[in-house]
């Protein structure tokens, strides 16, 4: 009988192969569930707040796994979190480049590219995630919507969102407002009516008649002109006024403007003026300018003004305010105007309040107040603005003035009523 002989040098060898797989697949587990742990430290500490902690952790993991391209999305999105959009940029482009292309990559890639205002790049993703599946419509509609207004295709924008099965989309607040910009963005010409009545105890009413046009010439040049009536103390004026806007550089614009009065009896016969509008910071905007105006009939026939403005978007609310520090000959006074505006879900409907101290020629200076400088007022104005349209708005005021008068030859507080009505409308 034979008896099999069994190999105990093979035995030998393959049990070191074991161990040695055994421990390999160990160490695998552990440095798996050590980057998960990691990951969801991460995670929590993003929540948090503690982005820096966050980053690190996440660093951390990628180090021990570098195929992990869900964690250099996360580690995009903190970046950009705490405003390090550059950085963010390079850990979504290397998602980008493992073909990491699914909702979470496109979700995070399109906002990192709007906190950038990168919007020429945003366009173009947007295109790229339509074409590979990207899931979630309305995020990707309002992201090309505002790529297509910031980088001036309002044509594309406009077509885009007048498709079919995007159309169910305009019954939202933001994509509706956003389809309602590009349509006005592409209407380059506005005309403008306005009508003010100012009436008073013992006086008869002031009248202000104002037609205005404007045309945008190119998309960085817009240039206006108005027509004003005034009918006061049985008098009758026209003032025409020409301004220019040009873009500086983004929203940064200069104005200039020039007007010329036909009788020069309440208007003044020249006014003249220049300002720059800036944006500081993101949500706050300023301006700083000046203005020359002559009156050929009163006894202090030139009159300069320094103004400027400084004004804060915060939620729904804007909240400015402008000084205006006026000098004729020896003279000088200040005056200034608060405005506050509570706007409703589009931005031509809103709720306005003004409120003022000081007169300025820039407002209501006569012939028989060229003394304005010695004079004190006190206003208040309430205004709401309504959207008749998409492409039209109406405005009405009313509102209260206290104010100072020479009359014969002794200074006296009278009662100013006010109610101003405006119309917009875009083409």
């Known amino acids: 009988m034979n008896k099999r002989k069994i190999n105990k040098p093979m035995n ?252 020069a009896n309440l208007f003044p016969r020249y006014r003249t003026g220049i300002e720059y509008f800036f944006m500081p910071a993101d949500k706050w905007e300023a301006s700083l300018g000046g203005r020359y105006m002559n009156y050929p009939n009163a006894a202090n026939k030139d009159v300069f003004i320094f103004t400027g403005s400084i004004g804060n978007y915060f939620g729904n609310n804007w909240l400015s305010i402008r000084p205006f520090y006026v000098l004729q000959n020896d003279l000088q006074s200040l005056s200034v105007v608060l405005k506050y505006r509570l706007y409703g879900k589009s931005p031509m409907n809103y709720w306005g309040i003004e409120a003022g101290v000081g007169n300025s020629p820039d407002d209501i200076l006569t012939t028989s107040q060229s003394s304005f400088n010695e004079l004190m007022s006190y206003h208040i104005k309430v205004e709401k603005n309504f959207k008749v349209n998409r492409i039209s708005d109406f405005n009405i005021r009313l509102g209260y003035m206290y104010e100072q008068i020479n009359l014969n030859a002794t200074k006296q507080y009278r009662n100013r009523y006010m109610v101003e009505a405006g119309y917009k409308y875009r083409f």
């Open 12 to 263: 030998k060898k393959i049990f070191p192969l074991l161990l040695f797989f055994c421990i390999l697949c160990t160490e695998l587990v552990n440095a798996q569930t050590n980057v998960d742990s990691l990951f969801n430290a991460a995670i929590q500490k993003a929540h948090q707040g503690k982005y820096e902690e966050s980053i690190n952790d996440a660093n951390r993991a990628l180090q021990t796994d570098s195929s992990r391209a869900d964690i250099y999305v996360f580690t995009a999105n903190v970046y950009s979190w705490s405003h390090k959009n550059d950085s963010a940029l390079i850990f979504i482009e290397k998602a980008k480049k493992m073909n990491y292309l699914n909702d979470d990559f496109y979700s995070s890639y399109l906002n990192i590219l709007l906190r950038s205002n990168n919007y020429q790049t945003l366009a173009k993703a947007g295109e790229e995630a339509e074409k590979n599946g990207y899931s979630n419509t309305k995020d990707l509609l309002t992201k090309q919507l505002i790529a297509y207004r910031e980088t001036g295709e309002y044509e594309k924008g406009i077509k885009l969102a007048e498709q079919d099965k995007y159309k169910q989309f305009l019954a939202n607040d933001t994509i509706d407002q956003l389809y309602t910009a590009l349509l006005l963005d592409m209407r380059i010409n506005l005309i403008s009516v306005s009508y003010s009545l100012d009436m008073f105890d013992n006086v008869d009413p002031h009248h202000l008649v104002t037609i205005g046009y404007s045309r945008k010439i190119s998309t960085y040049n817009t240039f206006a002109a108005d027509i004003y009536y005034a009918n006061r103390f049985s008098k009758n004026d026209f003032l025409i006024e020409l301004n220019d806007y040009w873009t500086i550089y983004k929203k940064n614009y200069l104005q200039l403007g020039f007007g010329y009065a036909s009788n």
